[in-house]
C-alpha cells in the first residue's frame, strides 16, 4: 500500500497563473480533503470530497476549485495565482469505520507551491 | 469563534516524559486528533479521541475530556527523534476538521 500520493512534490509558478495539484488515496479511503499550510501554522481546510462530491467547504475563496474522480483520486486547482497562495498543499483520505466511528486520516507528503 | 489552544513550544530531556495540552471551543464535537509533524513533511497520524478517556498506543498516549474540552497527548521514554510539532485537531459538528497551530517539541540530550 503506497499511502496517499501526491504530484507534483515541488512547483514554481508566477501570479495569475493557473495551476493543478493531484491527489491519490490511500487504498479503501474514500474521502479526500485538500489544506493549505503556510509556515508554522496549523493546516487550513480547503475542502472535502466524497462520492465525486464537494461535501464541506472552508472559508477559500472560488478561484479554489477541486475534483473527485470514481477512483476517489482528486484535484485542487488554483485559479488566478497569488503571491499570497505560496504554501505547502496537503491532501489527506479519509475513512470511517462502521460501527465504531472511529475515523483515520492519513495526509500524503504535500506539493509545495512557490508563486513569484 | 471556534478556537484550539495549544501551548506554542515545549522542551524536555531525553528519556523523560512529557505532556501536551490542547484546549478547543467549538461547533459541536466529533472527534479529536494528534498528529506529529516534522519540519518540512506531511503530518503523522498520531491518534483519534471520540470517547472520553485515555487511548494507549505504544510510547503515545491521547487523553480525552469533552466536558472540560481539553485533550493530551502523552510521549514516553522520549527519543531525539521525537523533536516535531504536534498538531492538536478538532471536527466539528459540520465535520470541518478545525487545527491549533501546533506545538514545537524540543528534545535535549
Known amino acids: 500500500d503506497a499511502g496517499v500520493t501526491q504530484s507534483p512534490t515541488h512547483l514554481i509558478k508566477t501570479r495569475g497563473q493557473q495551476v493543478t495539484l493531484r491527489c491519490s488515496p490511500k487504498?479503501?479511503?474514500?474521502?479526500v480533503s485538500w489544506y493549505q499550510q503556510a509556515l508554522g501554522q496549523g493546516p487550513q481546510f480547503i475542502f472535502q470530497?466524497?462520492?465525486?462530491?464537494?461535501?464541506q467547504r472552508g472559508n477559500f475563496p472560488d478561484r479554489f476549485s477541486g475534483h473527485q474522480f470514481p477512483n476517489y483520486s482528486s484535484e485542487l486547482n488554483v485559479n488566478a495565482l497569488l503571491l499570497g497562495d505560496s504554501a505547502l498543499y496537503l491532501c489527506a483520505s479519509s475513512f470511517v469505520t462502521s460501527g465504531t466511528g472511529a475515523e483515520t486520516q492519513y495526509f500524503g507528503p504535500g506539493t509545495r507551491l512557490l508563486v513569484l | 469563534g471556534q478556537n484550539i489552544d495549544q501551548p506554542t513550544e515545549m522542551t524536555a530531556t531525553e528519556g523523560a516524559i512529557v505532556q501536551i495540552n490542547c484546549t478547543y471551543q467549538t461547533s459541536g464535537f466529533n472527534g479529536l486528533f494528534w498528529y506529529q509533524q516534522h519540519a518540512g513533511e506531511a503530518p503523522t497520524f498520531l491518534s483519534y479521541n471520540v470517547l472520553d478517556g485515555l487511548e494507549e498506543k505504544g510510547r503515545f498516549s491521547s487523553f480525552l475530556s469533552r466536558s472540560k474540552g481539553y485533550s493530551y497527548l502523552l510521549l514516553k521514554e522520549l527519543q531525539m527523534k521525537d523533536s516535531a510539532s504536534y498538531l492538536c485537531?478538532?471536527?466539528?459538528?459540520?465535520?470541518?476538521?478545525?487545527w491549533g497551530a501546533g506545538t514545537k517539541l524540543i528534545i535535549k540530550p
Open positions: 485537531a478538532v471536527r466539528d459538528s459540520n465535520y470541518q476538521l478545525i
Open positions: 487504498s479503501g479511503h474514500d474521502t
Open positions: 470530497y466524497y462520492e465525486e462530491e464537494e461535501r
